[in-house]
Nanobody, 119 residues
Framework: QVQLVESGGDLVQAGGSLRLSCAASGRTFSMYEMVWFRQAPGKERTFVAGIRWSVPFTSYADAVKGRFTISRDNAKNTVYLQMNTLKPEDTAVYYC????????????WGQGTQVTVSS
């Protein structure tokens, strides 16, 4: 089992920046990948960014490429999402998720952190 706890959500003006954190505990040695999803009111949860736990590979949704950066600190078992040039359409609850391999869905989820971008 892996437990995930997000933090860093806040209210920010358009054009501003935030950094989200996702701290993992438990069987972190078995993790393959950690990702960020987001869910805006009335919309489906969508992929934002992902990072492999043991190799330098990252991926991003087109909507955030060039503005968001995902990174990890293996020593702290923490993944970060640096969000720059925020837009009102980035407003959502941001969730951290993890999985142990490349062929499963994400069995481990955090509770979410609210990001609100005002215009």
């Amino acid at each position: 089992q892996v437990q995930l706890v997000e933090s860093g959500g806040d209210l920010v003006q358009a054009g501003g920046s935030l950094r989200l954190s996702c701290a993992a505990s438990g069987r972190t040695f078995s993790m393959y990948e950690m990702v960020w999803f987001r869910q805006a009111p009335g919309k489906e949860r969508t992929f934002v960014a992902g990072i492999r736990w043991s190799v330098p590979f990252t991926s991003y949704a087109d909507a955030v490429k060039g503005r968001f950066t995902i990174s990890r600190d293996n020593a702290k078992n923490t993944v970060y999402l640096q969000m720059n040039t925020l837009k009102p359409e980035d407003t959502a609850v941001y969730y951290c998720a993890a999985r142990d391999n490349s062929y499963s869905t994400y069995p481990y989820w955090g509770q979410g952190t609210q990001v609100t971008v005002s215009s």
